[in-house]
């Protein structure tokens, strides 16, 4: 069974350009995460979808970062425009159902750099 | 910056030796932890779970301990083996669609 599929692996823009980020989650998962990991530190959460109701989304920065999950299955994680400080692994994972014991699986990541 | 990030608690094993990786959680509410395994450029991956109404639970070479008296969680890893070198992550979660909070990870490097 194929796991979480991320694309692109890496991506190196300068700054203020925009960026996009792919997520094909694990078949028949119907909740959809996207994580930020900075160098050295654990992901930190960013938006949660259960199906394609953004359920979570209070750690994204708005003003520069959207996401979409339409028909429920693929995501994809925008930022326009992008900063230095974006510079970082963003990750997707996904898992049957929502937070509370349903384990999460996740994908290689995108490692963007932002010069 | 990436200066911080490099301090990883660092812990180096000799092959064949257990390994015992711990992490301290904060919320008392916590009742789910997971202990995640990441290698270079990969992202986590599950490798054991415990529900905090169990103290103990064993999987292959894998135990994990959960104390909720001191909010202490442990990853034992028996003969250790060079291809357990990674970042270990714990998680935690509390009861309702709460965001699952990774901690402060934790090199494994095993010496061959």
């Known amino acids: 069974e194929a796991g979480v599929v991320q694309s692109p692996r890496y991506k190196i823009i300068e700054k203020k350009q925009p960026v996009a980020f792919w997520c094909n989650p694990i078949?028949?998962?119907?909740?959809l995460y996207w994580y930020l990991q900075n160098l050295g530190q654990g992901p930190e959460l960013l938006i949660r979808?259960?199906?394609?109701?953004?359920?979570?989304d209070s750690q994204l920065p708005k003003d520069r970062f959207s996401a979409e999950r339409l028909k429920g299955v693929d995501s994809t994680l925008k930022i326009q425009p992008a900063e230095l400080g974006d510079s970082a692994v963003y990750l997707c994972a996904s898992s049957l159902g929502p937070l509370g014991g349903a384990v999460q699986f996740f994908g290689p990541g995108t490692r963007l750099t932002v010069l | 910056g990436e200066s911080v990030g490099l301090h990883l608690p660092t812990l180096s094993v000799q092959e064949g030796d257990n390994s015992i990786i711990n992490c301290a959680y904060s919320n008392s509410a916590s009742d789910y932890f997971i202990w995640y395994k990441q290698e270079s450029g990969k992202g986590p991956q599950f490798i054991i779970d415990i529900r905090s109404n169990m103290d103990k639970r064993q999987g292959q070479r894998v135990t994990v301990l959960l104390n909720k008296t001191v909010k202490h969680l442990s990853l034992q890893i028996a003969a250790t083996q060079p291809g357990d070198s990674a970042v270990y992550f714990c998680a935690e979660t509390s009861p309702g669609n709460t965001p699952l909070v990774f901690g402060k990870g934790t090199r494994l490097s095993v010496i061959a």
């Open positions: 979808y259960e199906n394609e109701e953004a359920v979570d």
């Open positions: 078949s028949g998962h119907n909740t």
